[in-house]
Each structure stands twice: as structure tokens, then as C-alpha cells.
């Protein structure tokens, strides 16, 4: 990705960037906070956000900061505040809370997290977003499970077709 040779795009930051474009989310001159720098997931996606959008292979044309797990909550509060998309990946429950976000961002989803649900006593799966209170402040948000799961599952199929007929050609 990062040296614009062609390659098949990471199925997780191909499901995100087929999100944006589906959902008609705008990313171009637009800030965007990436809160995960996996090499598989983070990096990719910030990669697809900043590129240009004038080359072959997609680009948002955003102005991207990453911040990780051990970036400062209030550090990370800044950014996020400012921020007209935030996608986060970084494997931390409740990491994005409603204060965090301002009025009409996109938020996407990434985190996979397996918590204790004191109700039922069970273990449950949930995101990196405390989404119950940031689906009132969010014009998108993706819901864990269902949201980005989903659509990562046919990217890798589309991977898969991509590759077979690179071999078949």
C-alpha cells in the first residue's frame, strides 16, 4: 500500500473503506482519527484515508492522525473531538465514549472484545465504542457485532477472487 504497488488491500481496511464509500461518508479534506496502528487493520486503513485520490488505487484525500492504546485518553479526547470520522481498532472496550465524539460524526467500529455481561452472566462481544451513548451524537456508527464483521467476511472473498484470477490470467 504505502508504495502504490498493487496489492490486495487488508480484508478488515477494505470492509472500512467500502463502509465510507457505501455510506457516502466524506473523507475528502476531512479529519479523521484512526485509534489502532495494527499492521493489518490501523495502518492499512490510515494508509487508504490519506492517500490521493487521484491515483489507480482508492485514496479518502483526509488529513489522518493515529493514536493507539497508549495514546493519553484526554490526549486521544482532543482529536476525536475534532474529528469528522473516527474508526477504531484498537481492542479496548468503551475506549470511545459519547464525550469524546462531537455532533454528526461517523464513528466505525473495528474493536472485537469478549466482556462479562453481569445481567445474563454470560460473555458477550462488543466494540471499542460505547455505542449506546455515542449512536445519539454520531450521524454513522457501526454496531459490534454486525457492522464491520460483515462486510470484512465478503472483502475476503473478494480477495480471493482477485487473487484466483491473477493465477487463472
Same mark, same amino acid.
Given at each position: ?10 480484508? #478488515?481496511?477494505?470492509?472500512?473503506? !467500502? $463502509?465510507?464509500?457505501?455510506? &457516502?461518508?466524506? #473523507? =475528502? ?15 492499512? $486503513? ?6 490521493? &485520490?487521484?491515483? !489507480?488505487?482508492?485514496? /479518502? ?16 479526547? +482532543? ?12 481492542? +479496548? ?9 462531537? !455532533?454528526?460524526?461517523?464513528? $466505525? ?11 445474563? /452472566?454470560?460473555?458477550?462481544?462488543? /466494540?471499542?465504542?460505547? =455505542? !449506546? ?26 480477495? #480471493? ?9
Amino acid at each position: 500500500l504505502c508504495l502504490d504497488q498493487h496489492s490486495l488491500i487488508p480484508a #478488515t481496511a477494505s470492509a472500512v473503506w !467500502e $463502509i465510507i464509500k457505501r455510506t &457516502g461518508i466524506e #473523507t =475528502f479534506g476531512k479529519n479523521v482519527v484512526v485509534a489502532g496502528r495494527s499492521k493489518n487493520v490501523g495502518m492499512p $486503513i490510515a494508509m487508504l484515508l490519506h492517500t490521493d &485520490g487521484e491515483h !489507480e488505487r482508492p485514496g /479518502g484525500d483526509a488529513t489522518v492522525t493515529i493514536a493507539h492504546r497508549y495514546t493519553p485518553k484526554e490526549q486521544l479526547k +482532543i482529536h476525536t473531538q475534532l474529528a469528522d470520522v473516527i474508526i477504531v481498532a484498537a481492542g +479496548i472496550p468503551k475506549l470511545i465514549t459519547c464525550d469524546m465524539v462531537r !455532533e454528526g460524526a461517523a464513528v $466505525i467500529d473495528v474493536g472485537i472484545n469478549y466482556v462479562h455481561d453481569p445481567v445474563t /452472566g454470560k460473555t458477550k462481544l462488543v /466494540g471499542d465504542v460505547d =455505542f !449506546e451513548a455515542v449512536k445519539k451524537k454520531a450521524s454513522f456508527i457501526t454496531p459490534v457485532p454486525g457492522g464491520v464483521g460483515p462486510m470484512t467476511v465478503a472483502m475476503l472473498l473478494k480477495n #480471493t477472487l482477485l487473487a484466483a484470477k491473477k493465477l487463472i490470467y
